[in-house]
């Protein structure tokens, strides 16, 4: 039984168009999906639908997300949000903002801890120094006493994917982690979540545009386009021959670090036609 | 590529069309009072003194709205007494707003010492006690339509000041100012092109809720008998002369009470309905 | 060593707005018609009567001259005497500022708590009627001038339902053992509930008028601050940690969101005290206001004099206040 | 005067309480709580703006004794004086001082505290404000409970000012040894009650002086409270808070004199239009148009709810120099006419500014608003400016107030010098008609020894003025007092609230 299993899942703005159409995905346990798509594919919308923070103004009209066998969107509100609480996590796309001003690091990691999974406070404080420790963060001890604003970009982003593992979440959904950071920092990002999933056996959705990254990190991949899944692959088999002309089309829009002379073909309007007819048609 | 952001329309400001429609509604009154009103407003019968509205036994039916205790038509001085209201909210909205705003401006955008000085001033000024200060300023002026104005822009032009400084100087930081003045305009040149226009949204809705406030200082003033001098009818007048015989004529109070009310809050919610429209990123 | 240094600076400006306030409330209240002598002239008084009155309360002098003896008297503590109350007026002054602080500052938990609460409500409930309710509400509240409010307390507690005192600060024949006149915190600490409840009845219909705009003002604020921080990444991030909306509310959102209303409600506050000018009229309220309509009824220029002072010196403190706060609780600013 | 029947129902019976009664005052009230409308700034009563506000002195007559008592119908009685008078040739007075007086203190009061108060109210520098009257006589001899003293320039009126504004007894050793200051922290008086506690601009408490000479009063403590505001004032009352108060709207007097004991007394306050001798008003026909063209009796009843008595001279009924046969009668064809005469109509009406205040005294605002609404009708074009009472005194004093300026004038000594005298003496500060052939006419009457001629002199001065209409004088205000059940007041003519006069029902 896969851990992480959405079927048919529908969303629309209410009162607008279609956000998401008909859209089933598989996650076992430890695996690495990515979810790939031009910006406003929906593929960040599926990562919120799963957390459950949905902008008010979208609603799923149909479908069901299970989390280990239980449909989340049956549980009432208060339920769905504790077993949220405890059994995933997200690592969100800009650092700078997803850290609270005006409180200390330590709190933010421990708070979630002992509040909502009941561990006592000391234990809270240990094990955010070791996760701390395991994102090559040097004096754990004195960052857990500072404010977000005295820290990198960088830093931020490795407290909060600490903050994430913290938890020993069986899901993390990870928002285009490293878009908000530089280049060089990016790489030692990507690093970092990939040995920690491997260490702690971590299911992760891996929201990304850039298929280099999802070469890099994941396992296997979902292709999106105006909120329908196109093609639910395998990583190598997608790199060898992806089967939907639009995949194929997106990966001959991706640089290649083997031949950089080869130059980009932008996706053919042909196909960006016939895709969206097949969209249309639902 | 149907991206669902841009579909969040704003729901329709119900009251933000309830406030137009009243504000439009009595700029007509205003207007065509002579015409509109039942009565002459001063006309006086002392002995049809505090008579009823129509619905009410003992009415006289030609007095929609009952008569004062000098026998003068309640509905028709509600009617004129808007020509006093809007001509004290929007010159004294406008002038506030434009000595506010401009000096505001200026010291959020130049900086230096001009913020200073501007910002002395404002501080001076807001350390008066408002209400104190209006009733020393009508006394040395004497009470009149004049004399409201200008206590009004004498007292709240720092509210002015002090949000749109604060709003300039966040502008000016912003890129866009560097990349015009890059471009070889003039600072003046860049604060009115540049700036002013992102900072317009700001001042019209300060503008309506200034409208409003001036419509309410209007009413304390004539609750301290400071208010207009001459007989002509104002709504803050009204309450403070009904106020003696609220048991026996509680219409005299009630309707014009009713009417400052719908005015003022159709200026404040007119404003909250602007703000959320100009706001840049859709709540 | 920087906070030390701004606080200089503000110490630096304070005085130069004070000098400012002083000098312009000379001038304008000595041009004012209706000087305080031809108040006091009987039938019958003749012209001599008229130059010997002006000249015992020092009137026949230049404004210049005046405003020289005046600020001299000021350097060393000397307000002046009141040409009405015939007494020392930094004195009364002083005595009279406890009422309306007291009642200023009731009438500001009442608008925090108040204001707080329908904002929070209105944030947690937003997009809906309930929210809606409270918009309207709050417009309600700012469209009535706060005296009307007051009759309406009046006429309701003072009359229909005699539940609240309406006039007056303390019943008269209650025995005080108080040494401040700061009346209600005095009877606190001494532990005299029986006098605390008796001034809580005077000043409740009193506050309640005063923090009736201010509750909005607050209301409104917090609220648009909370909306705006509620779209914030850590508080998305909250949620998905479990915690139950409210707690978001109140723990990621409400601290932050305080920060920025925090130095408006300075500013209203101030607002409020000159408002009290009206409020202790109507329910004769023996504060600073009450004192200050007497005073410019009677042209008693002196007393006037140090009123408008001492109001500024209140905006200026409180002001010096809430921005040592606002650095003291903005992170950013305490460490650097 | 015609008193039409209406408003003499109203006046002459207190309309004593048959409905039931308000429960909270079913038992007896052991400390009577008075609302009061205005503040008492000091408690020196003879220096100072408060020394002439006439709607203090209620407080400083329970503390304080006058020289002269003065009974509620305003006429004089023996006080702290229990005699006296002028010699033969009125070039000397001479007084006899009570005995078996104490001060509040228990320190026995004596006729050197009288000497010297009235030296100290003759001397400049105290600053009494009606020092010009007392500083007429002077070398003052005190011989046992006699005090005599030289008349340097006779004022007919010297006697009746003992028991009007700052004639007041003031203990000389007291005050000396704790100075101005002192004594405003702790006054004490002789009068028939003492101060318990004072506290600015809110209340005193009053003790009553076991051993006063007028005998103990009922109540044993009273409270006046100070209310400034109408509507708090009727709040208190009916909510139970206050047993008594006064100076409410006459509409609200009307609603609840039902349910308590209610006084609507005739005052020694009077509301009158000064006339300035410029720009339209030198035209008489103007003048007499004006004064003919107002209904007061219509004014009294329409909005003062009856209660007024409309007067035709500065003079009302209580006052010595009153002469009812001086009509000016209410003929708004008559005004027409006169107007005519001088080139004025409906259509071309005669143009002026009159001056009043607003929320100063009783409906002062509406009067002048229905005057003006009389005016219209005849021809005559009035526009209305509002001032502060301060900007009155500014403008009289320096003689350039508007052709037509409302103004109340309180004269409870009822001498005619006191009203019509100042009020339309030429080179008196407070005057606004100065034409020479008033002054001439009123001048001898300043020194006149002659009593029973100078009243006639008096009168003939005020039926000039109404015929040729230099003044308009509009009502004999009435001042509305409500008491709870338990109290019956005993209202004084001269408008003063005395709690010694209130007994329990």
């Given at each position: 039984m896969n851990y992480l299993s959405i079927r048919n899942l529908s969303a629309r703005v209410k009162g607008g168009g279609p956000l998401l159409r008909d859209v089933s995905l598989e996650v076992a346990a430890g695996e690495v999906r990515g979810l790939v798509g031009e910006s406003g594919a929906g593929k960040s919308m599926i990562g919120k639908a799963i957390l459950g923070i949905l902008p008010k103004a979208v609603d799923i009209t149909e479908g069901q997300i299970l989390l280990d066998g239980t449909d989340l969107l049956s549980l009432p509100p208060a339920e769905r949000r504790i077993r949220v609480g405890a059994s995933c996590a997200l690592i969100p796309q800009d650092p700078l903002t997803a850290l609270n001003p005006s409180r200390r690091i330590g709190p933010q990691i421990t708070d979630r801890l002992v509040h909502i999974l009941g561990w006592t406070r000391s234990d809270a404080e240990a094990r955010a120094r070791a996760l701390l420790g395991e994102v090559q963060i040097n004096d754990p001890a004195r960052v857990l006493r500072q404010y977000p604003h005295e820290l990198s970009g960088g830093m931020r982003q490795r407290i909060l994917i600490a903050s994430a593992f913290a938890a020993e979440p069986k899901l993390i959904v990870a928002d285009e982690p490293t878009t908000a950071l530089d280049v060089t920092v990016q790489k030692q990002i990507l690093k970092l979540i990939a040995g920690l999933q491997a260490r702690h056996g971590t299911a992760l959705v891996f929201v990304t545009h850039d298929l280099g990254v999802v070469s890099k990190v994941c396992q296997s991949l979902s292709v999106l386009y105006s909120g329908r899944v196109v093609e639910d692959t395998t990583v190598t088999d997608f790199f060898r021959a992806p089967k939907h002309p639009y995949s194929a089309a997106l990966l001959a829009a991706t640089p290649k670090y083997t031949d950089p002379s080869a130059g980009l073909k932008p996706v053919p309007d042909a196909v960006i036609a016939a895709v969206k007819a097949e969209v249309e048609r639902g | 590529m149907a991206d669902g952001r841009s579909q969040v329309r704003r729901r329709a400001g119900v009251r933000l069309w309830l406030s137009a429609i009243w504000l439009l509604l009595l700029i007509l009154l205003a207007i065509f009072a002579p015409h509109i009103a039942p009565k002459d407003p001063l006309e006086q019968d002392l002995f049809s003194g505090r008579l009823p509205p129509f619905w009410v036994h003992g009415a006289d039916k030609s007095f929609l709205l009952g008569t004062d205790s000098l026998g003068r038509d309640v509905l028709s001085r509600i009617i004129f007494g808007t020509r006093i209201a809007l001509a004290v909210a929007f010159i004294s909205g406008t002038l506030t707003c434009i000595i506010g705003a401009g000096l505001g401006l200026l010291a959020g955008f130049y900086r230096g010492w001009v913020d200073v000085l501007v910002s002395r001033f404002i501080d001076i000024w807001m350390a008066f006690p408002p209400v104190l200060f209006s009733i020393l300023l009508i006394a040395v002026i004497g009470p009149g339509l004049f004399s409201i104005i200008l206590a009004i822009v004498v007292i709240d032009w720092t509210r002015f000041a002090r949000v749109i400084r604060a709003e300039a100087m966040s502008q000016g930081a912003m890129d866009y100012v560097a990349s015009a003045r890059v471009a070889g305009r003039g600072k003046f040149g860049t604060m009115l092109r540049e700036i002013l226009p992102n900072v317009l949204p700001i001042i019209v809705v300060l503008l309506t809720l200034e409208m409003g406030i001036a419509v309410i200082v209007e009413a304390i003033l004539s609750f301290v008998n400071l208010s207009i001098s001459t007989d002509d009818p104002t709504w803050g007048g009204m309450i403070s002369e009904g106020r003696t015989s609220i048991h026996q004529a509680w219409w005299v109070l009630v309707f014009p009470l009713i009417t400052l009310f719908l005015t003022v809050l159709s200026f404040s919610q007119l404003g909250e309905g602007l703000k959320d429209r100009f706001d840049p990123v859709l709540r | 060593m920087a906070l030390l240094q701004t606080l200089l600076l503000r110490l630096v400006t304070t005085a130069v707005t004070l000098f400012g306030v002083a000098v312009i409330v000379f001038f304008v209240i000595r041009v004012v018609p209706g000087n305080p002598i031809a108040m006091m002239l009987p039938p019958g008084a003749t012209q001599a009567d008229i130059d010997q009155l002006t000249a015992l309360y020092g009137l026949d002098k230049s404004i210049p001259q005046q405003f020289l003896i005046w600020g001299l008297g000021v350097l060393h503590g000397d307000f002046g005497t009141s040409i009405t109350l015939r007494q020392p007026v930094l004195a009364l002054v002083l005595g009279r500022l406890p009422a309306t602080l007291e009642l200023s500052v009731m009438a500001l938990v009442m608008a925090v708590l108040v204001g707080g609460a329908a904002a929070l409500t209105g944030t947690r409930l937003r997009a809906t009627k309930v929210e809606g309710g409270i918009d309207i509400a709050n417009g309600m509240a700012l469209s009535v001038p706060d005296f009307l409010w007051g009759l309406v307390l009046i006429l309701v507690f003072g009359v229909l339902v005699p539940v609240f005192q309406i006039s007056g600060r303390v019943t008269p024949s209650l025995q005080l053992p108080f040494v401040t006149n700061f009346y209600l915190v005095e009877s606190i600490v001494r532990l005299r509930f029986d006098l605390t409840k008796d001034l809580l009845s005077h000043m409740f219909l009193p506050a309640v008028a005063l923090a009736i705009p201010l509750a909005a003002i607050i209301g409104q604020l917090l609220k648009q601050s909370l909306k705006e921080t509620m779209h914030l990444d850590y508080v998305t991030l909250a949620r998905t940690q479990g915690y139950s909306e409210a707690r978001v509310i109140w723990r990621e959102a409400l601290p932050n969101a305080i920060l920025p209303t925090l130095t408006l409600v300075g500013v209203q506050f101030t607002f409020l005290i000159g408002g009290t000018v009206i409020i202790e009229r109507l329910f004769s309220y023996e504060g600073l206001g009450n004192m200050a309509i007497d005073a410019v009824i009677n042209r008693d220029l002196p007393l006037i004099q140090g009123i408008v002072i001492l109001f500024a010196v209140i905006f200026t403190g409180v002001n010096l206040v809430v921005d040592l706060t606002y650095a003291a609780l903005n992170p950013r600013l305490r460490h650097g | 005067m015609n008193l039409s029947r209406r408003s003499l129902l109203k006046l002459s019976v207190a309309a004593v309480a048959t409905s039931v009664a308000l429960p909270s005052f079913a038992q007896a009230i052991d400390e009577l709580v008075i609302a009061y409308n205005v503040t008492l700034p000091s408690w020196d009563p003879t220096t100072g703006p408060s020394a002439v506000n006439p709607t203090i002195q209620g407080l400083y007559q329970s503390v304080f004794d006058q020289f002269i008592l003065q009974q509620p119908d305003l006429k004089p009685a023996p006080g702290l004086l229990t005699e006296w008078g002028w010699n033969d040739d009125k070039t000397q007075v001479h007084m006899t001082v009570r005995d078996g007086v104490t001060w509040h203190d228990g320190s026995p009061f004596t006729a050197e505290d009288v000497a010297w108060s009235l030296e100290r109210a003759a001397d400049p520098a105290t600053g009494n404000p009606i020092n010009f009257v007392w500083s007429s006589l002077a070398n003052f001899k005190v011989d046992g409970n006699k005090v005599t003293a030289d008349v340097k320039q006779f004022d007919p009126t010297i006697f009746k000012w003992m028991y009007f504004l700052t004639g007041y007894v003031l203990p000389k050793a007291y005050y000396t040894k704790v100075g101005a200051e002192g004594f405003e922290k702790a006054p004490i008086g002789t009068g028939p009650y003492m101060v318990d506690k004072f506290e600015q601009n809110a209340f005193v408490r009053l003790k009553a002086n076991p051993t006063y000479w007028g005998g103990k009063p009922d109540f044993d403590t009273v409270t006046i409270k100070f209310v400034t505001d109408a509507a708090a004032r009727v709040a208190e009352i009916e909510g139970g808070s206050s047993h008594v108060t006064l100076e409410m709207p006459y509409e609200e007097y009307d609603r609840l004199k039902g349910s308590m004991n209610g006084y609507a007394t005739p005052v020694s306050n009077i509301g009158m239009i000064f006339l300035n001798d410029i720009e339209v008003m030198l035209d008489p026909n103007v003048r007499k148009a004006a004064v003919a063209a107002i209904d007061k009796q219509a004014i009294v009843d329409r909005l003062l709810s009856g209660y007024g008595v409309p007067i035709d001279?500065?003079?009302?009924?209580?006052?010595?120099?009153?002469?009812?046969?001086?009509k000016t009668p209410y003929d708004p064809d008559a005004a027409v006419k006169l107007l005519a005469a001088s080139g004025y109509s409906v259509d071309k009406p005669v143009k002026f500014t009159i001056q009043t205040t607003k929320g100063y005294m009783p409906k002062d605002y509406e009067m002048i608003q229905a005057i003006v609404g009389l005016w219209r009708k005849v021809g005559i074009e009035a526009t209305i400016e509002v001032y502060e009472i301060a900007k009155h005194y500014e403008l009289r004093a320096a003689d350039k107030l508007a052709p037509a300026a409302f103004y109340n004038w309180g004269n409870s000594v009822g001498d005619p010098t006191t009203s019509t005298g100042f009020a339309m003496f030429g080179p008196s500060p407070h005057s606004v008609w100065d034409s020479k052939d008033l002054i001439d006419m009123i001048g001898p009457l300043w020194g006149e020894k002659d009593e029973a001629k100078r009243i006639a002199g008096w009168k003939a001065v005020d039926a000039y003025i109404a015929e040729n209409a230099y003044v308009i004088p509009l009502l004999q205000y009435v001042q509305p007092i409500l008491a709870a059940k338990g109290v019956v007041v005993t209202p004084h003519h001269s408008g003063a609230l005395l709690p010694h006069l209130m007994k329990r029902a």
């Open positions: - | - | - | 001279t500065l003079e009302t009924p209580d006052y010595d120099a009153y002469d009812a046969s001086i």
